[in-house]
C-alpha cells in the first residue's frame, strides 16, 4: 500500500482530493471543483498534478479543470459516456478499464443514476474508492439522470468492494444524511455511533470522511435497501430492493 491522499474542501460543501504515488511523484486530483483550492493543496503537499480523474460532468467537478490543465499540462481521464460534456479531456474510460496515476493501479466502475455516464475510480491494493455523487456518508446522490433502479445497481456494484475500502465521496453531507437515516432505521446501533462521531467531528471542524465501506454498509440505508428491516420501515415488505430504495431516496428528497 504505497498510496497517500490529502483532502479538503472546495466550494461549499464539495470535497477536493488528491491521490499522490510516492514512487513515481504522480498526482491525481479526483474531480475538479475549483482551481485555487486544488492549487493550495499542491502547494501544501509539494505535489506535482498529473492527472484529473473525472467521476461526472457536473460543473461542481469540472469547473477546475480548464485552469489546472493549463497551469499544470495534466492528462484529463473522463468517463465515455459524458466526455463531450467535460472540458479538454484527453482520455476517456469505460467498465473495468485500468487506469494508472504512476505506479498506483485503479480500475473503472460504471456507477449511472446520479449522471447518466457517472464512474467512480477504485484503487483495489491501495485499498481507496473515490466515489464522486454515487455514494455518500450515511447517504447517495440525487438520482437526476438515472432511473432508481439503476442507482441500486450501482450501489451494489460498490457495496461489493472490501469492507476496509475507504471510500471518498464529492461532498460534505454527512450530518444532514445522519439525522435522515435515523428516521429511517432508529434501532441501528452501527448509525446511532455513527452519529455521534459525526457530530463529535463537525463540530472540531473536522471531515467525516473518508468511512469506510464496512461502516457504511452497518449504517446507510441506502445501502440497506434489501433488508427486511428496511423495507419494513418505509412500508414496502416483500417488495424488491431497487424500490425500497426508490422509496428511501424518495423520502430523503422531501425531507
Ligand atoms: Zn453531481
Request: with cysteine; hydrophobic share 40%.
Amino acid at each position: 500500500m504505497t498510496a497517500q491522499t490529502h483532502l479538503f474542501l472546495c466550494l461549499k460543501d464539495n470535497y477536493g482530493v488528491l491521490l499522490h504515488d510516492p514512487v513515481q511523484g504522480a498526482t491525481a486530483a479526483i474531480d475538479a471543483p475549483e482551481a485555487a483550492p486544488i492549487e493550495a493543496a499542491l502547494k501544501a503537499t509539494g505535489w506535482k498534478l498529473t492527472d484529473i480523474l473525472v467521476t461526472h460532468h457536473h460543473a461542481d467537478h469540472t469547473d477546475g479543470i480548464a485552469a489546472l490543465k493549463q497551469h499544470h499540462r495534466c492528462r484529463v481521464v473522463a468517463p465515455a459516456g459524458e466526455a463531450s460534456k467535460i472540458p479538454m479531456v484527453d482520455e476517456t474510460v469505460r467498465e473495468h478499464d485500468t487506469v494508472r496515476v504512476g505506479s498506483l493501479q485503479g480500475r473503472v466502475l460504471e456507477t449511472p443514476g446520479h449522471t447518466a455516464g457517472h464512474i467512480s475510480y477504485v484503487f483495489p491494493e491501495d485499498k481507496l474508492a473515490f466515489v464522486g455523487d454515487t455514494l455518500f456518508s450515511i447517504g447517495c446522490g440525487r438520482v437526476i439522470e438515472g432511473t432508481p433502479e439503476m442507482m441500486w445497481q450501482s450501489l451494489l456494484k460498490l457495496r461489493a468492494l472490501p469492507d476496509d475500502t475507504r471510500v471518498f465521496c464529492g461532498h460534505e453531507y454527512t450530518q444532514a444524511n445522519v439525522r435522515f437515516a435515523k428516521t429511517i432505521e432508529t434501532a441501528n446501533a452501527a448509525l446511532n455511533a455513527r452519529a455521534q462521531e459525526v457530530d463529535k467531528l463537525v463540530a472540531a471542524k473536522k471531515p467525516t470522511i473518508p468511512s469506510t465501506l464496512g461502516e457504511e454498509k452497518a449504517a446507510n440505508p441506502f445501502l440497506r435497501a434489501d433488508l427486511p428491516e428496511v423495507a419494513k420501515s418505509v412500508g414496502l415488505s416483500g417488495q424488491p430492493a431497487w424500490k425500497v430504495f426508490a422509496e428511501v431516496r424518495e423520502r430523503k428528497n422531501r425531507s
